[in-house]
RNA sequence: GGCGACAUAGCCAAGUGGCAAGGCAGAGGACUGCAAAUCCUCCAUCCCCGGUUCGAAUCCGGGUGUCGCCUCCA
């Protein structure tokens, strides 16, 4: 059974959706209007594995993710560029889709933008002036918090509680300085679109609960973001939504941790904010995805490039032995497994369990990391022994690293390296010199082949090659 | 002020009552012509003080320390 973890109960849950196999997860995507940083990273990537584990188990996953394209940041930032919001939002969601792939992220089956949901996003607030529940003042729609009782229930505060705390000036047209825009009176030269108050634009917070019940029904099953949107963002979102409907908005609310760089929080006034783009110049995307994964989702977490180069080494074991293994099959004898090989079958097995008991635990991936390490020493010992290796055995040794790889997604491409004539011919050489115990010439190639980027390893079962990494 | 996290080896990090996973770094060893890779061995009284229990990293109370959120930042 799978559990996990629920921000609204403060508790791990059994996972039970609202029909049977099918799951809805609705995820809040990026602003697009620059590229995205390690910390969205760490969101979109464990909830990238959750939708995959979920797929994996068998439900029928519907994931949607919005891509909010108009807002203040948007407006600002396409005035700087001097291009439309319009634009420069086509442009981000580009650069996005590339870095996420980058990142083995796989792209959510729905992926809608705010502009282009205004009617459904008008016909949510127009349900919410009819209950009562919003009014307008001079073109501007509020959301009226005293009308939703429950108002503060997922992020644990009271209303009293909350305009006490609150750090920013009253606005007088407002009933209740809590009280959140829904639709935005039009300001000159911004993006507007037509409705019952006037032109304007939607609220951050409306766009979100328009989308995902659009695509979703009025109950999702999951919905998932960072931690610091619990409030007000998601706060916001259950007020709309079970305002306009009355139902249950979101049966399992998963918050991913902070991610902080050298100990400090990301920020653009500290100056220390890495975006993926600016990662992938210099790093392996997938090792930054390894070492998300390798810390809880819900912990917080510290980024340094110091960090990076110990999971990047990790994470190049498990590649170099997937590697190996499939490049000793084209040698690997057909013929039943001895005693050795049926217990390493067992072993396998053991570790798959494992992995699936840590996956089924509200997502352990740091945890189940912990089972590919474990059966890894075990497959180089068998990969090293004399005996040779059996097909059978080194199929079921792969399988496991390909059905882990296809929840997590760490492993690079691995096919081995086919070898040209010449390198082959080199090889050949080297061996012959090798006999001779002409180690100068050996060394020789093994240098030259080095250069081109091919890496020599002599094992008692002959020379290995792959390409430097 | 309110709400909520977290504290495990040199470093990263699992583990929520029964002899403390895993990774990186380090030391020693095996294998090797050398190298690389790999394997073996070594490396933790789980922040402090009380309590509950046959038994606590794990539960309870009290400290200390770090951090997040409290109107648009993932």
Redesign the pocket.
């Known amino acids: 059974m799978i559990k996990l973890f629920n921000t609204f109960s403060?508790t791990k849950e059994p996972l039970i959706p609202v029909s049977e196999g099918k799951i809805g997860i609705y995820a809040?995507g990026?602003?697009v209007y620059d590229y995205?940083?390690i910390?969205?990273a760490?969101?979109f990537i464990t909830i990238d594995v959750l939708r995959r584990y979920l797929s994996y188990r068998g439900y029928q996953v519907t994931f949607v993710q919005n891509y909010t394209d108009i807002?203040?940041?948007m407006i600002g930032r396409a005035k700087e560029m001097d291009i439309t919001v319009q634009d420069l939002a086509d442009r981000f969601i580009d650069h996005y889709l590339e870095d996420a792939d980058s990142l083995g992220i796989l792209p959510a089956d729905y992926q809608p933008r705010a502009t282009e949901h205004i009617p459904q996003i008008i016909t949510l607030i127009e349900q919410l002036l009819e209950k009562g529940m919003a009014y307008e003042v001079e073109g501007d729609v509020y959301f009226d918090v005293q009308s939703f009782p429950s108002y503060g229930k997922l992020?644990?505060?009271n209303l009293s509680?909350?305009?006490?705390?609150?750090?920013?000036e009253?606005d007088e047209r407002k009933k209740h300085?809590?009280?959140?825009?829904l639709w935005k009176k039009e300001k000159p030269g911004e993006p507007s679109w037509e409705s019952p108050w006037g032109r304007g634009r939607p609220?951050?917070h409306i766009e979100c609960s328009a989308m995902s019940t659009h695509y979703l029904g009025d109950t999702l099953d999951i919905h998932a973001?960072?931690?610091?949107?619990?409030?007000?963002?998601h706060e916001n979102e259950i007020a709309q939504s079970e305002g306009a409907t009355g139902k249950t908005f979101v049966k399992y609310w998963t918050h991913?941790?902070?991610?902080n760089i050298n100990e400090e929080?990301?920020s653009k006034s500290l100056g220390n904010v890495l975006t993926v783009r600016q990662l992938r110049q210099e790093g392996d995307p997938l090792a930054l995805r390894f070492f998300m994964l390798?810390?809880?989702y819900?912990?917080?977490?510290?980024f340094t490039l110091?960090?990076l180069?110990?999971?990047s080494?990790?994470l190049e074991?498990l590649n170099?032995l997937v590697y190996?293994i499939r490049q000793r099959a084209a040698k690997a004898v057909d013929g039943t497994p001895d005693n050795e090989e049926e217990i390493l079958l067992q072993k396998v097995q053991s570790s798959w369990d494992k992995f699936m008991q840590?996956m089924d635990?509200d997502f352990?991936t740091?945890?189940a990391?912990?089972s590919?390490?474990?059966l890894?020493?075990e497959a180089?010992?068998y990969?090293?022994r004399a005996g040779g290796q059996k097909i059978k055995v080194l199929e079921e040794i792969l399988q496991f690293y390909q059905k882990t790889d296809q929840i997590l997604g760490y492993l690079r491409d691995t096919a081995p390296l086919a070898l040209d004539e010449e390198i082959e011919e080199l090889l050949q050489k080297r061996e012959e010199a090798?006999r001779r115990k002409d180690?100068a010439v050996?060394?020789e190639i093994?240098d030259r082949l080095k250069e081109s980027g091919i890496?020599?390893?002599?094992?008692?079962q002959g020379v290995r090659w792959k390409r430097e990494k």
């Open positions: 403060g809040c990026p602003t995205f940083h910390g969205n760490r969101v807002d203040d940041k992020s644990g505060q509680e909350l305009a006490s705390g609150s750090r920013v009253v300085p809590v009280d959140f825009v609220g951050w973001g960072g931690q610091d949107l619990i409030f007000p963002h991913v941790g902070y991610l929080k990301m390798s810390a809880h819900r912990s917080p977490i510290n110091e960090y180069a110990q999971t080494k990790a074991r170099s190996n840590s635990d352990n740091a945890e990391i912990g590919l390490f474990e890894a020493r180089n010992i990969l090293n090798r180690w050996a060394d093994r890496i020599l390893e002599d094992t008692p």
